[in-house]
């Protein structure tokens, strides 16, 4: 079973998008090195007492950007 990243939109931004894929920049992610492929990245959305969760596909690669933030190529 992948493990499953949980992307905060109050953290995370989208940089460039197409049918099948998405890439985003985490900021001040303290764990940005860690990450890896094969994860499946979710967004919460919702209420912050009771959050849904949408799905956004599994993470192809990752990019260091600087010390706390890191780019993700993720394929839906």
């Known amino acids: 079973m992948a493990k ?5 939109p109050s953290t995370a931004s989208v940089v460039d998008r197409g049918a099948n894929w998405i890439r985003v ?17 979710v967004l919460k959305t919702g209420w912050w ?20 933030k890191v780019e993700l190529l993720i394929v839906n």
């Not at 920049?25 to 990245?41: D, K, L, M, P, R």
């Open 4 to 8: 499953v990243l949980k992307l905060d």
């Open 25 to 41: 920049t985490i900021y001040n992610s303290g764990f940005g090195q860690h990450i890896e492929a094969g994860y499946h990245a």
């Open 49 to 68: 007492a009771d959050p849904e969760l949408l799905d956004l596909g599994e993470v192809q690669e990752t990019r260091p950007v600087s010390r706390r």
